[in-house]
Nanobody, 120 residues
Framework: QVQLVESGGGLVQPGGSLRLSCAAS????????MGWYRQAPGKQRELVAR???????NYADSVKGRFTVSRDNAKNTVYLQMNSLKPEDTAVYYC??????????????WGQGTQVTVSS
């Protein structure tokens, strides 16, 4: 019943910016960590950024200083602000969240993925 819906992907020139959003809906009691992963063709899916419920963050070295992850707990939404985009950032970006659907039951959920293409 839980669903993560992403938006904000698209085509952008090198040096440009995009903001990705991911909203969780359904039977949600609480959400712990939320994050963003990406997968380029022929490569493994990798962690881009992650944020805890109270706002602690981690970033991949390749995006540190350029990307910012944030969340709005009242809206069950996580964001990824991507600045100074590079062609090597091109990938499908996936939203991720650890969600409790009852007092004692949780699962690891994924969004559908959104394409980000950085090209001149």
């Amino acid at each position: 019943q839980v669903q993560l819906v992403e938006s904000g992907g698209g085509l952008v020139q090198p040096g440009g910016s995009l903001r990705l959003s991911c909203a969780a809906s359904g039977t949600i009691f609480s959400i712990n960590d939320m994050g963003w992963y990406r997968q380029a063709p022929g490569k493994q899916r990798e962690l881009v950024a992650r944020i805890t419920r109270d706002g602690s963050t981690n970033y991949a070295d390749s995006v540190k200083g350029r990307f910012t992850v944030s969340r709005d707990n009242a809206k069950n939404t996580v964001y990824l602000q991507m600045n100074s985009l590079k062609p090597e950032d091109t990938a499908v970006y996936y939203c991720n969240a650890d969600i409790y659907t009852s007092w004692s039951r949780w699962n690891h959920y994924w969004g559908q993925g959104t394409q980000v293409t950085v090209s001149s």
